[in-house]
């Protein structure tokens, strides 16, 4: 686990909460984003799970299934990726990023359904309902660059070049890179 994610307020089974996870009373909504969380994110470039300053630089996303295999096939191809669709998901620290593939139920694995659904379904939430399948493949993508815009009721980001990709199948798969990625932090030696 990410140190600075070490720190943040946890559940009632210990589990640590995301900086964009809103609360109702003392419980946290993991499937559901906080608009004052994910604006204060956008706007001080903070990571959307630990909730300290990401510099400048690549961000990652922890993606699902058809923004993973569109990435993967224009990969393939040789070509760029651009998705100029904007989404509600904030940009987070690569460490912290992997580790949210492998700890959220349904990042981390091809069968997990979706706990609840969204809570005013709208065009950017409609495919957020309860018992959807994740799908064959996700990913940690890193992006050289992120776009904001905060509304009156929405944050939305828009990710652009994409400088790593990491497909899974079962997120486990990057247990060896978090391992690196938190060593290279912590300016340890690989290995």
């Given at each position: 686990?990410?140190?600075?994610?070490?720190?943040r307020?946890?559940?009632?089974?210990?589990?640590?909460?995301?900086?964009?996870?809103?609360?109702?009373?003392?419980?946290?909504?993991?499937?559901?984003?906080?608009?004052?969380?994910?604006?204060?994110?956008?706007?001080?470039?903070?990571?959307?799970?630990?909730?300290?300053?990401?510099?400048q630089?690549?961000?990652w996303?922890?993606?699902?299934?058809?923004?993973?295999?569109?990435?993967?096939?224009?990969?393939?191809?040789?070509?760029?990726?651009?998705?100029?669709?904007?989404?509600?998901?904030?940009?987070?620290?690569?460490?912290?990023?992997?580790?949210?593939?492998?700890?959220?139920?349904?990042?981390?694995?091809?069968?997990?359904?979706?706990?609840?659904?969204?809570a005013?379904?709208d065009?950017?939430?409609?495919?957020?309902?309860?018992?959807?399948?994740?799908?064959?493949?996700?990913?940690?993508?890193?992006?050289?660059?992120?776009?904001?815009a905060?509304?009156?009721?929405?944050?939305?980001?828009?990710?652009?070049?994409?400088?790593?990709?990491?497909?899974?199948?079962?997120a486990?798969?990057h247990?060896?890179?978090?391992?690196?990625?938190?060593?290279?932090?912590?300016?340890?030696?690989?290995?």
């Open positions: 686990m990410p140190p600075t994610v070490q720190t307020p946890r559940d009632v089974r210990g589990y640590p909460v995301p900086a964009i996870t809103p609360w109702e009373g003392d419980e946290p909504q993991f499937a559901l984003t906080d608009y004052g969380r994910s604006a204060d994110c956008a706007l001080k470039r903070l990571c959307s799970v630990c909730n300290t300053v990401m510099p630089g690549p961000v996303r922890v993606l699902g299934a058809a923004e993973s295999a569109a990435i993967g096939e224009a990969l393939a191809a040789g070509r760029p990726y651009r998705n100029l669709a904007p989404t509600l998901e904030g940009p987070g620290h690569r460490a912290c990023m992997l580790y949210a593939s492998m700890v959220c139920p349904y990042l981390a694995r091809p069968n997990a359904r979706r706990g609840m659904s969204a005013e379904p065009d950017m939430t409609a495919h957020v309902v309860r018992g959807t399948v994740r799908g064959a493949m996700g990913a940690v993508v890193g992006f050289g660059e992120y776009e904001y905060v509304t009156g009721t929405q944050v939305l980001f828009r990710f652009l070049d994409v400088v790593e990709f990491l497909p899974h199948d079962t486990d798969a247990l060896d890179e978090l391992r690196a990625e938190l060593d290279r932090r912590a300016g340890r030696p690989a290995g």
